[in-house]
């Protein structure tokens, strides 16, 4: 299992252009979860999927981000226009609801770091 | 809202020191995951604890999960290098399936 992909793994951009976070989760998981990370404000939740539907997206800033799902594999996080105060790590995980003895862990992708000048 | 405090923020230690890290729940819940997040890198599920007082041991980490189900800690004996990184506490409410994540709480080995 190639574990959540998440592309690019790095992006910089200037302020005001758009911005297009990826990300593939592990095969068969029915929760997918954006989070971003910054040393202020710690690991906050944007928004998660069950069944590529969007469950809560209470933590998702401002307008200016949006989050789809088209299919079971596949997540876009676009942020629009973009801000330096938008600077940060991007984290795509999944999770399967019922999993191995009952466990609901997370599976977190690599990450995508947004500069944003 | 529901929230998990986890303290303390920062922890330096000598190597081969101990190291402790604790969450306190707003709300009873049905199971607490723990999390470490090596610098640079992305966070990793460790372990989860479901029942009551439960107590799981890895190696050189003791998880224990409270009576009432709102607290945990996580202690290691004789830290290591390896060791170094955040340890965050996830919690599951009894009332959905969103975790609440801790802060967090980053060993730091002092050289």
């Known amino acids: 299992d190639a574990g959540v992909i998440q592309s690019p793994r790095h992006e910089v951009t200037e302020m005001g252009q758009e911005v297009t976070l990826r990300c593939k989760p592990i095969?068969?998981?029915?929760?997918l979860f954006w989070y971003r990370q910054t040393m202020m404000r710690g690991l906050e939740l944007l928004i998660y999927?069950?069944?590529?539907?969007?469950?809560?997206d209470s933590g998702m800033p401002e307008d200016r981000f949006s989050a789809k799902m088209p299919n079971a594999s596949f997540s876009t996080l676009k942020i629009q226009p973009s801000e330096p105060r938008d600077s940060a790590v991007y984290f795509c995980?999944?999770?399967?609801?019922f999993g191995t003895g009952g466990r609901y862990e997370q599976y977190f992708g690599p990450g995508t770091r947004l500069t944003v000048t | 809202g529901q929230q998990v405090m986890q303290i303390p923020q920062y922890q330096h230690v000598q190597e081969g020191e101990d190291f402790t890290t604790y969450c306190n729940s707003s709300?009873?819940?049905?199971?607490i995951q723990w999390y470490k997040q090596r610098p640079g890198g992305h966070p990793v599920f460790l372990i989860q604890?479901?029942?009551s007082g439960e107590v799981k041991k890895q190696k050189r980490l003791t998880f224990q999960f409270g009576e009432a189900k709102k607290n945990s800690s996580l202690h290691i004996t004789a830290t290591q290098t390896t060791d170094v990184g955040t340890y965050f506490c996830?919690?599951?409410?009894?009332?959905?399936?969103?975790?609440?994540w801790g802060a967090g709480t980053k060993l730091i080995i002092k050289p």
């Open positions: 995980a999944s999770s399967l609801l």
């Open positions: 095969s068969g998981h029915d929760y």
């Open positions: 999927f069950n069944n590529n539907v969007p469950i809560d």
């Open positions: 709300t009873t819940l049905s199971n």
């Open positions: 604890l479901v029942k």
């Open positions: 996830a919690g599951l409410p009894d009332s959905n399936y969103q975790l609440i």
